[in-house]
């Protein structure tokens, strides 16, 4: 049974633009995800260890969005929405296709949008955002650089089927992923893959990462973005407790590797961000794909 719930508001502002995923607006349909991927960082939320168990849609989200954008579109206060920092094609959307509502009303106030989905539900979409690609009004500063009015990108922490469904345990496989952004691309989209969170000594290794930029350019992707893991909080439902489960069950010999990386802070240091960075823009010069959007 789904939790049906009333929520205030829909479009998230932010104060200035995401410089990675290019947008100034994001949009969330459900609360909770059923991948329940291991490291998402809602872990230790209100949503619990199990984000399928306490996922919510939002009914009233379209009809908020009809206001919200209505008086953005009056301002000419357009800019990139992004689908979504949570899921926004998990399995309930075939039934209660609020996001394809969404995309509708997006479509009508003529704002351009960036899909970012592990889901193949996507491709049910593509009729719309067609239309939205082809009409939307892009910020006057992205106009010369994007030219575009959608994105579409996917997320894969590893190419390694085995290890995704350790960390990413009701997401489909990333080959499958692949194949779903592949399609878009074929029919005429901008395409990406985020490998994001590349998981410390699982798979961020050198030889690793030129594997992932490789299929990238293979699946004829326009562009990558590659980041570090980032683990929150000390509670039971924390992202970065569980993790450290998953460790102990899967890899207990990298706990102390993984202690010394993280130590006390949330995320690896600044040499290990930058050693990722500078090799993945390496190995997109060597395979002649765009690191970033622009």
């Excluded at 919510?56 to 209505?70: D, F, G, H, I």
């Excluded at 357009?78 to 509502?101: D, M, V």
């Amino acid at each position: 049974m789904i939790n049906e719930i009333q929520t205030k508001t829909i479009l998230n502002k932010h104060k200035k633009r995401d410089s990675w995923f290019l947008n100034d607006y994001s949009i969330n349909p459900y609360q909770g995800c059923s991948f329940n991927c291991i490291y998402c960082y809602t872990r230790g939320s209100k949503y619990g260890i199990n984000l399928a168990k306490t996922l919510s849609a939002k009914m009233n989200a379209p009809e908020l969005l009809e206001r919200q954008l209505s008086r953005r579109a009056a301002k000419e206060e357009y800019g990139i929405i992004l689908f979504a920092s949570q899921e926004a094609y998990i399995p309930i959307e075939k039934k209660c296709r609020i996001t394809r509502r969404l995309l509708e009303i997006i479509l009508k106030y003529r704002f351009p949008v960036h899909i970012l989905t592990k889901s193949t539900l996507v491709l049910r979409d593509l009729d719309i955002l067609k239309e939205i690609d082809r009409i939307a009004v892009l910020p006057s500063d992205l106009k010369p650089k994007l030219k575009r009015g959608v994105i579409i990108s996917t997320s894969i922490s590893t190419l390694d089927e085995k290890l995704s469904r350790i960390f990413e345990p009701a997401a489909p496989p990333p080959e499958e992923r692949l194949k779903t952004v592949k399609r878009c691309k074929k029919n005429g989209f901008l395409t990406g893959v985020n490998f994001i969170p590349v998981l410390p000594y699982l798979s961020d290794s050198n030889i690793q990462l030129e594997e992932m930029i490789k299929t990238a350019r293979d699946y004829e992707m326009d562009f990558v973005l590659v980041g570090g893991l980032t683990l929150f909080g000390k509670g039971p439902t924390d992202c970065k407790t569980l993790y450290y489960k998953a460790l102990e069950k899967h890899f207990p010999g990298l706990i102390p590797r993984y202690k010394s990386l993280f130590r006390i802070f949330f995320a690896p240091p600044k040499e290990y961000q930058n050693r990722l960075m500078k090799k993945t823009k390496e190995l997109c010069k060597i395979y002649k794909i765009s690191y970033g959007i622009i």
